[in-house]
């Protein structure tokens, strides 16, 4: 994956410009020389957060347990009735 690299001083002198850089390609923010931090636009994240393009009801749903039978027996819990 391509990306651009830029030191945590050169990110606090400059915040727009790697705004800028990261809607191209993710922009790692470095600390004392090791990758620290990744800014990216909020439609790469989008991406990388939910590769298949799958909305949450898509993602939830058991196509799978269609099939499945399911015998459900009243439970009795000794309660008594309300009256009314």
Not at 11 to 36: E, L, Y
Not at 41 to 50: C, D, F, K
Not at 69 to 75: G, R
């Amino acid at each position: 994956m391509e990306h651009t690299t830029v030191t945590s001083r050169q990110f606090v002198h400059n915040v727009s410009a790697a705004k800028r850089m990261a809607r191209q390609c993710p922009v790692f923010i470095t600390d004392r020389g090791k990758p620290a931090f990744a800014l990216l636009s909020i439609e790469a994240y989008r991406r990388m957060a939910n590769p298949g393009g799958q909305s949450i009801v898509d993602l939830l749903a058991m196509p799978e347990a269609e099939d499945l039978a399911f015998d459900i027996k009243p439970i009795k819990l000794g309660l008594r009735e309300l009256e009314v």
